[in-house]
């Protein structure tokens, strides 16, 4: 199994690189360097390095990803996908394909922005690997399921939709859901629904009470692993909490990589022509 996802590894990473889209992000990845890391400026700090090349590499993997994934896609490889005992064999090969591609133009950026750049302590070199690959991993995991190549129905509109709903839910503050719970309680005493109008109205008194916005907080708990990044980075150091987000992120990227071979195992396969 090994030796079959290795060459498929290598086939997708020498094909990309070779092609038009390797050629793109070299070109992105210079672009970056010369705006962000201009060599005839002091790069500030470490925590600016550390920051901006890792969110470049989880922005690179996602883009990267998609090439690679939307290659795979192609009907030529049919004869490739049948003779493998299992398509998450055909699925990880992408996947380590677009980590490798990526990881080498992050290395690129690491190595131009070294110039007249901060100097890294063994300290901060050591930080790097999870604070780099844990979002990497995940933004390329949620790229496989944005692309034709993994999507089966509605698969990509429940998984992006129900990161919209986080999203959007750490905007909401407990005044104006209470206000909406009141409107709803006086809807259902009007129906006669006197149950649900007590149950409504207590949910609304309840958040009203409440100390700090605890319906923002629940749905931001998806995305605190990035902010305690962010936090940790900018700090110059970590707590104990917030040395757990690279862990959470990759325990997100793993039930997601798992769902994607599920449903690349499960799908008609119609690849491009």
Known sequence: MMQRISLLTKYFFRTTLR?????????????????????????????????????????????VTLSVAARANDAQHYPLLVRLKSRGEFVTAVLLSSLLITLLFQLVLMLLGLINGPSLTLGALLEIPPIWLAPMLLMAVLALHASDFITIGWSRIYVFGLLAIFLFGQGLQNESLAKVSTSLSRYALNQSWVAMSSNLENFANTLNQTDGNIISRLFGFVFWPFQALAEGITNGYFTANQSLAPAILLLYATVLFLLAVDLFANKDLAFSE
């Open 19 to 63: 092609s038009l889209s390797g050629v793109f992000y070299l070109l992105l990845t210079l672009a970056y360097w010369y705006l962000l890391f201009n060599p005839q400026q002091q790069t500030p700090d470490i925590a600016y390095y550390q920051l901006l090349i890792g969110g470049f590499g989880a922005g690179l993997a996602f883009l």
